[in-house]
C-alpha cells in the first residue's frame, strides 16, 4: 500500500513561492503518474497538477498555468510543486495524489488518483 507524505506548506505574502514535497513509499513510484489537488473551505478537491508517470507530460488547472510547476524525481520517490507568484485565493490544504493503474495512457486529468497524502496548509495573505 502506498504512503505519500506532503511537506513544504505555509505561510507566504501575496506574490511569494513555495515549494511543496511529497514523498511516496510502498510501491514502484516511477511507474505512477502523480498529482497535486487542493480543497479550499467550502469548496471541492481540485486538481492542481498532474505529472504522467515517465515525466514527460504534465497538466494544470487554468488557474495556476504559468505560475505553478510540478515535477518528480524518481531516484527520491519525490513530487514537487513549484507555486511561483501566489495569490490569496491559491489558499487551501494541497494534498498529493497517486494514480492507480501503473504505466497509465489516460488524460492526467482523468487519470484515476486512488491514493492520498493528508495534505499541507497553504495560506496566501494579502
Known amino acids: 500500500q502506498v504512503q505519500l507524505v506532503e511537506s513544504g506548506g505555509g505561510l507566504v505574502q501575496a506574490g511569494g513561492s513555495l515549494r511543496l514535497s511529497c514523498v511516496s513509499s510502498?510501491?514502484?513510484?516511477?511507474?505512477?503518474?502523480m498529482g497535486w489537488f487542493r480543497q479550499a473551505p467550502g469548496q471541492g478537491r481540485e486538481l492542481v497538477a498532474a505529472?504522467?508517470?515517465?515525466?514527460?507530460?504534465?497538466n494544470y488547472a487554468d488557474s495556476v498555468k504559468g505560475r505553478f510547476t510540478i515535477s518528480r524525481e524518481n531516484a527520491k520517490n519525490t513530487v514537487y510543486l513549484q507555486m511561483n507568484s501566489l495569490k490569496p485565493e491559491d489558499t487551501a490544504v494541497y494534498y498529493c495524489?497517486?494514480?492507480?493503474?501503473?504505466?497509465?495512457?489516460?488524460?492526467?486529468?482523468?487519470?484515476?488518483?486512488?491514493?492520498w497524502g493528508l495534505g499541507t496548509q497553504v495560506t496566501v495573505s494579502s
Open positions: 505529472i504522467s508517470w515517465g515525466g514527460g507530460s504534465t
Open positions: 510502498g510501491r514502484t513510484f516511477r511507474s505512477y503518474a
Open positions: 495524489a497517486a494514480d492507480s493503474v501503473p504505466y497509465s495512457t489516460r488524460e492526467l486529468a482523468s487519470a484515476n488518483f486512488g491514493s
